[in-house]
């Protein structure tokens, strides 16, 4: 059973910087692609960043490009999210989740494991 459990969350500062990790285990994620959602109050879950397990290929939503960076450390099976000039508009719950290889499909949807997300919150 694939376990994901995110850590990190907080309140900061507008400009301030964030680093969020997720643990997964239950299995090993060698072929997997693991991502990042958050959602805001009120709005619907979006994509933030994906990452290829094996060779560690990202893609990143234009919104937190050149602000935010993901990693992975494969040994340990941990994925992280540094959040670096934080803007108010990233203030939401930040999701970790994975899913098995899926060829032809994009890298921001159909993830079929979630964690139980961590809150985020950027004050202006």
């Known amino acids: 059973q694939v376990q994901l459990v995110e850590s990190g969350g907080g309140l900061v500062q507008a400009g301030g910087s964030l680093r969020l990790s997720c643990a997964a285990s239950?299995?090993?994620?060698?072929?997997?692609?693991m991502a990042w959602f958050r959602q805001a109050p009120g709005k619907e879950r979006e994509f933030v960043v994906s990452?290829?397990?094996?060779?560690?290929?990202?893609y990143y939503a234009d919104s937190v490009k050149g602000r935010f960076t993901v990693s992975r450390d494969y040994a340990k099976s941990w994925l992280y999210l540094q959040m670096n000039s934080l803007k108010p508009e990233d203030t939401g719950v930040y999701y970790c989740?994975?899913?098995?290889?899926?060829?032809?499909?994009?890298?921001?949807?159909?993830?079929?494991?979630w964690g139980q997300g961590t809150q985020v919150t950027v004050s202006s």
């Open positions: 990452i290829r397990w094996s060779d560690g290929d990202t």
């Open positions: 989740a994975a899913r098995p290889p899926k060829p032809g499909i994009a890298p921001g949807i159909a993830y079929d494991y």
């Open positions: 239950g299995r090993t994620f060698n072929r997997y692609t």
